[in-house]
């Protein structure tokens, strides 16, 4: 029960406390390069949250079995993009072989999320805080959900804003700036929520 | 201290090779067939990826041909040959309309008109006519600083020596890059075969065009009553001619007191 309950805290306090685009600042650029409609903003997201999940179980077993096991932490940042990448080639291959429908959805962000910065992060933070393999795997599935959260209330803000009367200097990308600041500002508002 | 480097080696060189391996197989046991047009086509398009059939770029538009969204024709760029050697690969035979290039309207170079305002701000076109509507006399004329031979995928268009823009018939393929690029909008597509074009943007009164500018277009209208197709029309001032109607008949050319009407002698041939 109490590892439950360790697990949910964990969870929670990823999605929103230690939200991964609006508090660590990790993935900025699909946050702002894809959050122009609420359905590729949640394509994005669930691409993420796919390739993240799969992220946090790799990097544990590459950490535990083969770079501690030799002493070899240092290499960490390569070895961990090597397999990224390839888990995700890997990946869209047998997603394209088995269900086109879901690979046409995820399209071209699942390649792209390969070399994005939040996956990386996401590798690097899970050995850094010595997770287990269930932590891992939490918190890449949460630090997905926390990233589809953010994009897509973001891509919800920027759809409404098109009707707003936006003056013009802070038309585009200067208004989207500023509501991605607010936003962090407002995720700030959760850090008393947990003390993890 | 050598074992880390070897072990790190080792780990490393592994890990790649064993990933190398997975993935080479992976391909190989989830291999899709595939329309094999669809390299076909790819190929036989020029793969400029300019983006000129509305596509995101020619691997798109393939996809397009063979799934029969898009036609064989559907690139503007490739002209007739490509259509024709998509429409082989794809059983069908091709209709492709005239070959169009781009045509600047305006003749206002820096001998003919007057330099007013000295720029040294950011060195393009659309910079400069934000901030002060250009170093030229004219409000309408080309500005001089190239964004169209920037924009130019094909390297048709370079700045001659008097500050205009020349395209390359030979080299132009149609995709209107360069339409898009000029703020001013004095850049057009014509016809290949047209001669005659009206190079002058101004609508500006006769007497103001004659200060500034020694090419432009006055509104005299001569032009427009001499044609004897009905092909030119006045508009604010200004002569605009109707490509469709124009047979290259060179009457306007041979009237026109400013010589703002081109007329070219050596028909372009099309290719």
């Known amino acids: 029960m109490e590892q439950f309950t360790h697990i949910l805290l964990l969870f929670v306090s990823t999605v929103l406390v230690n939200n991964f685009i609006l508090v660590r600042f990790l993935g900025i650029c699909p946050f702002l390069g894809v959050s122009n409609q609420i359905g590729t903003a949640f394509s994005m997201g669930l691409a993420t949250t796919f390739v993240m999940t799969l992220t946090g179980m790799a990097s544990w077993l590459i950490n535990t079995f083969i770079l501690e096991k030799f002493g070899l932490q240092f290499l960490e940042t390569v070895t961990f993009i090597i397999v990224i990448a390839a888990l995700v080639q890997f990946v869209e291959m047998f997603i394209k072989k088995t269900s086109p429908v879901l690979y046409k959805a995820l399209g071209i962000f699942l390649p792209l999320i390969t070399t994005n910065c939040a996956i990386l992060g996401l590798a690097l933070i899970i050995t850094s805080e010595a997770y287990s393999f269930i932590e891992s795997v939490v918190f890449g599935f949460a630090a997905g959900v926390g990233f589809t959260l953010a994009i897509v209330l973001m891509a919800g803000l920027r759809e409404n804003l098109e009707f707003a009367d936006v003056p013009g200097v802070l038309k585009g990308v200067p208004i989207t700036l500023l509501i991605a600041g607010i936003m962090a500002l407002a995720f700030m508002g959760f850090s008393g929520l947990i003390a993890m | ?271």
């Open chain 2, 1 to 271: 201290m050598v074992n880390i480097y070897i072990a790190s080696l080792i780990t490393l060189g592994g890990l790649g090779v064993i990933l190398a391996i997975g993935l080479g197989l992976a391909a190989k046991a989830f291999h899709i067939e595939k329309d094999e047009r669809l390299e076909l086509v790819e190929n036989a398009l020029p793969g400029v990826n300019c983006g000129a059939c509305g596509y995101v770029g020619c691997a798109a538009l393939a996809e397009a041909i063979v799934s029969g969204e898009a036609p064989v024709e559907g690139c503007p760029v490739g002209g007739s040959s490509t259509a024709q050697a998509i429409a082989e690969i794809m059983g069908t035979t091709a209709t492709v309309g005239e070959r169009e290039i781009a045509q600047v309207l305006c003749k206002g170079g820096l001998k003919e008109t007057l330099t007013t305002v000295e720029y040294q701000g950011i060195q393009t076109c659309k910079a400069a006519n934000m901030i002060s509507g250009g170093t030229k006399s004219c409000q309408y004329g080309c500005l001089g600083l190239g964004d169209c031979a920037v924009a130019c995928p094909f390297d048709a268009i370079i700045m001659n020596d008097n500050g205009l823009p020349e395209i390359d018939p030979d080299k132009c393929t149609g995709c209107g890059e360069c339409v898009r690029a000029c703020p001013r909008n004095i850049i057009t597509m014509a016809p290949i075969s047209k001669r005659t074009h009206i190079r002058c943007s101004s609508y500006d009164h006769g007497k103001v065009v004659r200060q500034i500018c020694t090419v432009g277009c006055i509104g005299c209208g001569i032009c427009s009553r001499v044609c004897p197709e009905d092909a030119i029309r006045m508009e604010n001032n200004l002569a605009i001619i109707d490509y469709e109607k124009c047979t290259n008949c060179g009457l306007c050319a041979e009237k026109c007191p400013t010589g703002t009407i081109e007329y070219s002698e050596i028909l372009i041939e099309a290719i």
